[in-house]
């Protein structure tokens, strides 16, 4: 088991955000995505999921506190399979993997119908 730090994402074009709410607590256990803390800005609100499983050893963050990605929400003790899976790409890398049809023949299916 190891401990890892869980900091929060990306949450676009906002420096800071309020924590408006924690949802676990020391001794929790927490899935991969499921949430932790909700925040809001000033057009709107969102949650923060984890990244990795595990049991929470310490909030970093409380309500009212302000956060940035990158800001340290909570420690969890993690085991080897609490790693956060990695995530798959949108558009494969090789062309010929694509399920999608040619744009001729999709417009000629369309027509035909």
């Known amino acids: 088991m190891s401990e890892v730090?869980?900091?929060v994402p990306d949450i676009g074009?906002?420096?800071?955000?309020?924590?408006?709410?924690?949802?676990?607590?020391p001794g929790d256990t927490v899935a991969v995505e499921q949430?932790?803390?909700t925040v809001e800005s000033d057009?709107?609100?969102?949650?923060?999921?984890?990244?990795?499983?595990?049991?929470v050893k310490a909030l970093a963050v409380k309500l009212g506190d302000k956060?940035?990605?990158g800001s340290v929400i909570l420690t969890l003790e993690a085991d080897?399979?609490?790693?956060?899976?990695?995530?798959?790409?949108?558009h494969p890398q090789n062309p010929s993997q694509?399920?999608?049809?040619?744009?001729?023949?999709?417009?000629r299916q369309l027509l035909l119908l």
Do not use: N, T
């Not at 057009?43 to 049991?55: N, W, Y």
């Not at 080897?80 to 949108?90: K, Q, T, V, Y």
């Not at 694509?98 to 417009?107: E, K, M």
């Open 5 to 7: 730090q869980v900091k």
């Open 13 to 25: 074009d906002f420096s800071e955000v309020a924590v408006i709410e924690v949802l676990v607590k």
């Open 35 to 37: 949430s932790l803390i």
């Open 43 to 55: 057009k709107a609100s969102m949650e923060i999921p984890s990244s990795h499983a595990g049991v």
């Open 67 to 69: 956060v940035s990605e």
């Open 80 to 90: 080897a399979a609490g790693a956060a899976a990695p995530r798959r790409r949108r």
């Open 98 to 107: 694509s399920r999608r049809q040619p744009r001729r023949r999709r417009r």
